[in-house]
Nanobody
Framework: QVELVESGGGSVQAGGSLNLSCARS????????LGWFRQAPGKEREGVAS???????IYTNVAKGRFTISWDYAKNTVYLQMNNLKPEDTAMYYC????????????WGQGTQVNVSS
């Protein structure tokens, strides 16, 4: 069973940066991906980026050009470096583990809040 613990959220002004971390523990029973979703108040949850089971990376439109996902295998930790943050990036950010490109999610972290002020 995989467990995920996020950290690194906080409050920044527009244009600022944050680096989210997600520490994984437990052994998955298959090749898996680690990724990030987010959910803003009153909005549906949306994907942000994923580091996939085949080593590929996917960025959704909300992340392209501003966010970078990376995976430190030695530390079992995946990171989401977020630059040039905008007020619309304000959301709860969740780390996930799952199969393939995280299209199927096996585990969710508890979330870390990101607030971006204008």
């Amino acid at each position: 069973q995989v467990e995920l613990v996020e950290s690194g959220g906080g409050s920044v002004q527009a244009g600022g940066s944050l680096n989210l971390s997600c520490a994984r523990s437990g052994d998955p029973n298959r090749p898996y991906c680690l990724g990030w979703f987010r959910q803003a108040p009153g909005k549906e949850r949306e994907g942000v980026a994923s580091f996939n089971s085949d080593g590929s990376i996917i960025y959704t439109n909300v992340a392209k050009g501003r966010f970078t996902i990376s995976w430190d295998y030695a530390k079992n930790t995946v990171y989401l470096q977020m630059n040039n943050l905008k007020p619309e990036d304000t959301a709860m950010y969740y780390c996930v583990a799952g199969g393939g490109t995280c299209e199927s999610v096996d585990a969710w972290g508890q979330g870390t809040q990101v607030n971006v002020s204008s």
